[in-house]
């Protein structure tokens, strides 16, 4: 599956974006999805992820602030992030996994990435 991701930017701290992440190939053969995010110097971390059912899991520092969901019929998932904080800044790549995994905050779980879309917050 290719992964595609749109909607990155410049905003100010507390405000928001909404991210896309368009698949396309054989999606009906990846049942999970997250977002994870990169920023210099430091590990890709897990932000949320979704199941094919719907279930959905999302780190502490989001939690409440970022809501994922995907869009099954266009095959597109999404992150809105509102109350954005300097501290999101980062990358963002959408990854895709065959199979739900274990810790679905572990990149090695993921078959399929994205590019990534930069998300810049200032103070």
């Known amino acids: 599956v290719q992964l595609v991701e749109s909607g990155g930017g410049s905003v100010q701290a507390g405000g928001s974006l909404t991210l896309s992440c368009a698949a396309s190939?054989?999606?009906?053969?990846?049942?999970?999805m997250a977002w994870f995010r990169q920023a210099p110097g430091q590990e890709r971390e897990g932000v949320a992820s979704i199941s094919i059912g719907g279930t959905t899991n999302y780190a502490g520092s989001v939690k409440g602030r970022f809501t994922i969901a995907k869009d099954y019929t266009k095959s597109i998932l999404y992150l809105q992030m509102n109350s954005l904080d300097p501290e999101d800044t980062a990358i963002y790549y959408c990854?895709?996994?065959?199979?739900?995994?274990?810790?679905?905050?572990?990149?090695?779980?993921?078959?399929?990435w994205g590019q990534g879309t930069q998300v810049t917050v200032s103070s």
């Open positions: 990854a895709a996994a065959r199979f739900s995994p274990f810790n679905w905050n572990s990149p090695h779980a993921y078959n399929s």
């Open positions: 190939g054989v999606t009906g053969s990846y049942d999970y």
